[in-house]
């Protein structure tokens, strides 16, 4: 069971990037998998960014509109399309699954928006 975060860089306020997250084939075996991104900045708490698992989708209510998770079966990969970011998009981010009931954790990728 393993997850791999990548794609965090510097970018410009209003700009885009794409967050990758690579996880076990085993885990998109089963179809009730739950994948998510969350973020934590500094001195923050962790914080929800979006999760999906069967059909419910849910966002954290500063991310709604700008972002959206998605997943590719066929890449056992899950997404983040972030768009129109912010300075306080700043973060360090996440990827996690709850496979089986048990919750399992990327390490973190580094966004910084500049304004």
């Known amino acids: 069971v393993q997850l791999q975060a990548s794609g965090g860089g510097l970018v410009q306020a209003g700009g885009s990037l794409r967050l990758s997250c690579a996880a076990s084939?085993?885990?998109?075996?089963?179809?009730?998998?739950?994948f998510g991104w969350y973020r934590q900045a500094p001195g923050k708490q962790r914080e929800l960014v979006a999760f999906?698992?069967?059909?419910?989708?849910n966002y954290g209510d500063s991310v709604k509109g700008r972002f959206t998770i998605s997943r590719d079966n066929a890449k056992n990969t899950v997404y983040l399309q972030m768009n129109s970011l912010k300075p306080e998009d700043t973060a360090v981010y996440y990827c996690?699954?709850?496979?089986?009931?048990?919750?399992?954790w990327g390490q973190g990728t580094l966004v910084t928006v500049s304004s």
């Open positions: 999906n698992s069967a059909d419910i989708t």
């Open positions: 996690n699954a709850v496979y089986f009931l048990r919750t399992y």
């Open positions: 084939r085993s885990m998109f075996s089963i179809k009730n998998t739950g």
